[in-house]
Every structure is written in structure tokens, then in C-alpha cells.
């Protein structure tokens, strides 16, 4: 069983605030990525990160940023959130590059 | 690079097959298929390797079509627990882009009672 985690899973906040969706997983695996998705669209890769200090960007550009201090910890930060942002980012992780992705639940995401 | 799914949306009968495609521009090494139920994360079904052979879970199996750069998913007999939404995710060739995944749009399958 995959033991990825995201919090917080709904999160309403107004124009203008920073935040922080968190992503941890306690599977040792190098690889974690940062996915969008719309309602009844494809999932797009907006970050990802081989290793520890190692952060590429996605296809999609992204406001956001994020960080890969610790194996198990890839959170991602809005400095100043957007109507525009409002989405579902699903965290996932994997051993290695192309091998099995876990998804995390998702944080939906709604700005005013 | 996103490959394209269809189709788009199916509903079927408990007990009735379903065929899902995925299909891309480009050479594969491998395919993911996926399941997503609403409000959930997307489960992990299958991978499809390059040169590698059908691979069957259950009910619900696939193949990899490497002259066409092609997979199908394959669900028979479906069961109201098939309901959700299914993503194929194709890696291209290694070396190229280090074993990423490019998503479809999914296809939606509906199983009634």
C-alpha cells in the first residue's frame, strides 16, 4: 500500500495569500512530482524532483515553487495566490523514473 | 506529447466488456494505466513495457501495440466497482525525458446496476 500524504485536502483562502500544499511520503523513493488537474481533464505535471536539492519544472507553467530538502518531504508554495489557481494538485512519488507512480489524495483548492 | 484517450466516456451494464485506447505521436518505452474514483487519488492498474506481454489483473487486461504506439485496456464482465475514471500515462523513450509521464484526458466509465 502507498504511504503518500497531503495536506491539507480542501483549502478555501482569499486573493493574495501565500500558502503551502504539503506532500510527504514515506517510501524512500527519489522521485516525487507535483500534478494539476481540472475537473475531467488530464493530470499536468507542473514540478518534479529527482532527489534531495534537486527541483525541475513541468510542462505547465506554474506560479508556484518547491523545495526538496528531505527525501520525504516535497511541499509546494504559492506566494500570492490567484482565482486562476484554483485547481486539485495531486502529489505522487515513484522508486525511480518511470516506474510505478503513487498518488497522494490531493488538495483541492479554491481562491476567492 | 499528451496522448489521446477514447473514448471519452462510456456506460455500461454490470456484466457488460469495455475497450479504453490510448494512443501517442511518439515511440513508447512504456504504459501506465490508471484508475481515478471521484474525490480519491489515482490507482495504480497495470504497466506495459516496451517488447514485454499483455498484462491481465482480474478481470481488466491490456496490451501494447509497439508499431503503433497503441495500448487497450480491456475490462470484462464489469462490476460496479470498475466505475471511475481511467488514465493512461506513457513514459517515451529513456534517456529522452528520464522516465516521466505524460497523461491523457481519461475516459470516464460509468457502470449501472
Known amino acids: 500500500e502507498a504511504d503518500i500524504y497531503q495536506t491539507p485536502r480542501y483549502l478555501v483562502i482569499g486573493t493574495g495569500k501565500k500558502i503551502t500544499l504539503e506532500c510527504s511520503q514515506t517510501?524512500?523513493?527519489?522521485?516525487m512530482y507535483w500534478y494539476q488537474q481540472d475537473p475531467g481533464m488530464e493530470l499536468h505535471l507542473i514540478h518534479y524532483s529527482y532527489g534531495v536539492n534537486s527541483t525541475e519544472k513541468g510542462d505547465l507553467s506554474s506560479e508556484s515553487t518547491v523545495s526538496r530538502i528531505r527525501t520525504e518531504h516535497f511541499p509546494l508554495t504559492l506566494e500570492s495566490a490567484r482565482p486562476s489557481h484554483t485547481s486539485q494538485y495531486l502529489c505522487?512519488?515513484?522508486?525511480?523514473?518511470?516506474?510505478?507512480?503513487?498518488f497522494g489524495p490531493g488538495t483541492r483548492l479554491l481562491v476567492l | 506529447q499528451q496522448p489521446v484517450q477514447s473514448p471519452q466516456a462510456v456506460i455500461l451494464r454490470e456484466g457488460e466488456d469495455a475497450v479504453i485506447n490510448c494512443s501517442s505521436s511518439k515511440a513508447l518505452y512504456s504504459v501506465h494505466w490508471y484508475r481515478q474514483k471521484h474525490g480519491e487519488a489515482p490507482v495504480f492498474l497495470m504497466i506495459l513495457l516496451k517488447g514485454g506481454e499483455q498484462k491481465g489483473h482480474e478481470k481488466i487486461s491490456a496490451s501494447f501495440n509497439e508499431k503503433k504506439q497503441q495500448s487497450s485496456l480491456y475490462l470484462t464482465a464489469s462490476q460496479l466497482s470498475y466505475s471511475g475514471t481511467y488514465f493512461c500515462?506513457?513514459?517515451?523513450?529513456?534517456?529522452?525525458?528520464?522516465?516521466?509521464?505524460?497523461f491523457g484526458r481519461g475516459t470516464q466509465l460509468t457502470v449501472w446496476p
Open positions: 517510501m524512500g523513493h527519489d522521485k
Open positions: 500515462g506513457t513514459e517515451v523513450e529513456r534517456g529522452s525525458t528520464l522516465g516521466r509521464l505524460y
Open positions: 505522487a512519488s515513484s522508486r525511480h523514473g518511470g516506474e510505478t507512480q503513487y
